[in-house]
């Protein structure tokens, strides 16, 4: 069965500064979907980056990309130039495309402090 | 705008009572979703379903049930709440072609 952990439970960053949140997953697989989401303090919980294994390049949005090693099953977060409205909770997802339920595997998230 | 809504945001209820907690997604999403959220577990699967009647359980179903009689509505349901489900439910829909899951604002139970 798929895992996948993130092994900081909690992080800190300088507002304008670069952060890296974690993120290792388990499978047997070749092809899958890798995710990173965010949920903020009491609100909806949103797709931040995706990333299919199939493409070498790593995904960017904005301010935020990934760090995929495939090899290694690696799947990092990159925030750049740290705004207070990124502090949230951050998870880290994986999908299998074979399972044709559409079933997420979560990690058990991070949550990041961004510090005036 | 793909929009998840969940009936309610807080809910107290009392130890054995029946609870129902809703979801509605207006974007014909064939596939829902509903998750718990604890602190340190990360969000765990409790039962999916991939169309009308259809449901699957997820990692953790004991203790609750799912009713999907309309597409647009996802019903997660407690048939007798107990204190250690007190927690955040999430609800979600994923839209294949994006490849995205959306979710909704949560339900934060309390069971006393």
């Known amino acids: 069965a798929q895992t996948v952990t993130q092994s900081q439970p909690e992080m800190s960053v300088q507002e304008a500064e670069t952060v890296t949140l974690s993120c290792t997953y388990d499978?047997?697989?070749?092809?899958?979907?890798l995710f990173w989401y965010k949920q903020p303090p009491s609100r909806q919980m949103i797709l931040v980056i995706r990333?299919?294994?199939?493409?070498?390049q790593n995904a960017t949005e904005n301010r935020f990309s990934v760090n995929f090693q495939k090899a290694a099953k690696s799947f990092s977060l990159k925030i750049s130039d740290s705004q207070l409205g990124d502090a949230a909770m951050y998870f880290c997802?994986?999908?299998?495309?074979?399972?044709?339920?559409?079933?997420?595997?979560f990690g058990t998230g991070t949550r990041l402090k961004v510090l005036a | 705008d793909v929009k998840v809504t969940q009936s309610s945001r807080y809910l107290v209820k009392r130890t054995g009572e029946k609870v129902f907690l809703e979801c509605v997604q207006d974007?014909?999403?064939?596939?829902m979703f509903w998750y718990r959220q604890d602190p340190g577990l990360g969000l765990r699967l409790i039962y999916f379903?991939?169309?009308?009647?259809?449901?699957e359980k997820g990692d953790i179903p004991e203790g609750y049930s799912v009713s999907r009689e309309k597409k647009e509505r996802f019903s997660l349901i407690l048939e007798s709440a107990s204190t250690n489900q007190t927690s955040m439910y999430l609800c979600?829909?994923?839209?294949?072609?994006?490849?995205?899951?959306?979710f909704g604002p949560g339900t934060r139970l309390t069971v006393l």
């Open positions: 997802a994986y999908r299998s495309p074979t399972s044709g339920t559409y079933k997420y595997i």
């Open positions: 499978t047997s697989e070749s092809d899958y979907y």
């Open positions: 990333q299919e294994a199939y493409k070498q």
């Open positions: 974007m014909d999403h064939e596939n």
């Open positions: 379903s991939y169309d009308v009647k259809m449901k």
């Open positions: 979600a829909s994923h839209i294949p072609s994006t490849n995205t899951q959306y």
